[in-house]
């Protein structure tokens, strides 16, 4: 089971800007993705971006062309850099690890846009 650990989320004004962390225990061995989702209140949760083993990436189209999803591969963290925040982007946000034999997601972080 690969334990995951998101970080910095926060407070921020519309237009600013965020970078989620996501610290993976490991990377899965074989072809995986990587993701983030996010759940807003009363809503459910929804698909963000997501990156392969390859660095191949796909993101939601209500983010695309403002945030933008990476991964170090020289350790097991991904990063979601979020400019031109919304208020609508209000939502945990959780990484997920996918592959052939597992499943796994994070705890979540909170980023809250308001003025």
């Known amino acids: 089971q690969v334990q995951l650990v998101e970080s910095g989320g926060g407070l921020v004004e519309p237009g600013g800007s965020l970078t989620l962390s996501c610290q993976a225990s490991e990377y899965p061995s074989g072809f995986h993705v990587m993701a983030w989702y996010r759940q807003a209140p009363g809503k459910e949760r929804e698909h963000v971006a997501d990156?392969?083993?390859?660095?191949?990436?796909n993101y939601n189209p209500s983010v695309e062309g403002r945030f933008a999803i990476s991964r170090d591969n020289a350790r097991p963290t991904i990063f979601l850099q979020m400019d031109s925040l919304k208020p609508e982007d209000t939502a945990v946000y959780y990484c997920?690890?996918?592959?052939?034999?597992?499943?796994?997601w994070g705890q979540g972080t909170q980023v809250t846009v308001s003025s």
């Open positions: 990156i392969s083993k390859f660095g191949i990436t």
């Open positions: 997920r690890s996918i592959c052939a034999t597992n499943d796994s």
